[in-house]
């Protein structure tokens, strides 16, 4: 049968998280939990010699074949097949954080002389690895505009990884993942994604042409803020290969505490993500009527420049947006400090809402905010919220509250 033959027979989305990873029933009692335990170890027993050799021999042909603890169990198991269900993958590898999972993928797949391509609105921490790690391994990394010409300008005959977020840190550009996907293929270059805003539920980035696909499940797919955890997908049997060989390497691990963590809150992903989308585009139709708001980055909102592309390629939205304000830097400051029901704070995806300022030193590196400064803004002060499960009426009013207090 065809991958997507059998994608096609599976329970659709929202059904297949309820079931992935449910604790198997007791032979004996024929009875058992509906969750699967968090099982920890450090040692793996076996039953016999042979059976010590036959794991062996599937983990050297890359299979999933526990011998040590660090790779784990039946929990850690049951997520990464809860990954390859979000991402439409075949093998999903676990990491300790999101920026563990790129920083994995990375070394994957460029060696010592290589050249990669990174799209100038990634993810901060991307270009830092670059700066610290990868450079030092003698390896080059190029930012350039999401466009085929800055693109084509920018490869060189030793690039070997086309690196994207869809959508773009900070100010949520929708990229063309389809005609980028194609131009790195042609050029035999590996696509990898970031995909935490979409975190496999409502974009897919296999599905349009990347060959990894990359998330936090610290954000989204954890949802309560409470684990760190990052994996990489892929299908490609050559790109698992790597992927398995740098992530045994590396010796990362992660907990069976965190990975339990993660199934749990798997199992309302769906409904958080919808009633986050919800509240979002209630407030920024409150933000839209606020003389004090230039511009609101959030491809679900009909009026941003990426929304065509969000129409075409994601199935839905979530509760992350960037609002550019005509405020001065100490107004910013007073408006986010006035704030009650937003906490401040740097990460996003849980039940609650956030804001954070954007530094202009981020947004600096963002060919995209250069264009529009001049173009479409009037101010250059950016907040960043994330829009939780409060109640949008209460969320707005304590924006408006916020506002005056500037």
Request: hydrophobic share 45%.
């Amino acid at each position: 049968m065809t991958h997507e033959a059998t994608r096609a027979a599976d329970p659709r989305l929202d059904t297949a998280l309820q079931h992935i990873g449910q604790a198997p029933l007791d032979p004996v009692t024929g009875a058992g939990p509906v969750a699967l335990p968090s099982m920890r170890t450090s040692t793996v027993r076996f039953a016999s010699m042979d059976k010590l050799d036959a794991a062996q021999a599937a983990k050297q042909r890359g299979e999933r074949a526990p011998t040590y603890g660090r790779v784990g169990l039946e929990t850690h198991a049951a997520l990464e097949s809860l990954l390859c269900r979000l991402e439409d993958g075949q093998r999903a590898f676990l990491a300790p954080s999101g920026m563990a999972a790129i920083s994995m993928a990375l070394m994957a797949c460029l060696s010592q002389g290589d050249h990669a391509l990174a799209v100038d609105c990634v993810y901060g921490p991307v270009r830092y690895f670059h700066q610290t790690i990868l450079s030092r391994m003698g390896i080059a990394m190029d930012f350039v505009r999401p466009d085929l010409a800055s693109l084509q300008a920018a490869l060189r005959p030793e690039t070997r990884v086309l690196y994207l977020e869809s959508p773009g840190s900070l100010l949520m550009e929708m990229l063309d993942l389809p005609a980028l996907s194609r131009w790195a293929h042609d050029h035999d270059l590996v696509v990898m994604a970031d995909n935490t805003w979409g975190s496999g539920y409502i974009y897919q980035p296999l599905g349009l042409g990347a060959d990894i696909s990359i998330i936090a499940g610290t954000k989204y797919l954890g949802g309560h803020s409470d684990l760190m955890l990052g994996a990489a997908v892929a299908r490609d049997p050559l790109l698992v290969a790597k992927l398995h060989q740098t992530h045994y390497a590396l010796g990362s691990t992660v907990s069976a505490d965190d990975a339990w963590l993660a199934l749990r809150g798997a199992r309302t992903l769906g409904l958080r993500m919808r009633g986050c989308a919800e509240n979002a585009l209630a407030v920024c139709q409150w933000l839209a009527a606020q003389p004090q708001v230039s511009h609101i980055f959030f491809p679900a909102w009909p009026q941003d420049a990426g929304h065509a592309l969000w129409r075409r390629d994601a199935t839905g939205s979530n509760g992350l947006l960037s609002v550019a304000v005509d405020f001065t830097e100490a107004q910013v400051r007073r408006v986010i400090d006035a704030l009650r029901l937003f906490g401040i704070g740097y990460s996003w995806g849980g039940y609650e809402s956030l804001v954070t300022q954007v530094e202009p030193a981020a947004l600096a590196s963002h060919g995209y905010w250069a264009r529009i400064a001049t173009e479409r803004m009037r101010a250059g002060t950016v907040l960043r919220l994330h829009i939780g499960l409060e109640d949008p009426a209460d969320l707005t009013a304590d924006l408006a509250r916020a506002f005056a207090a500037a």
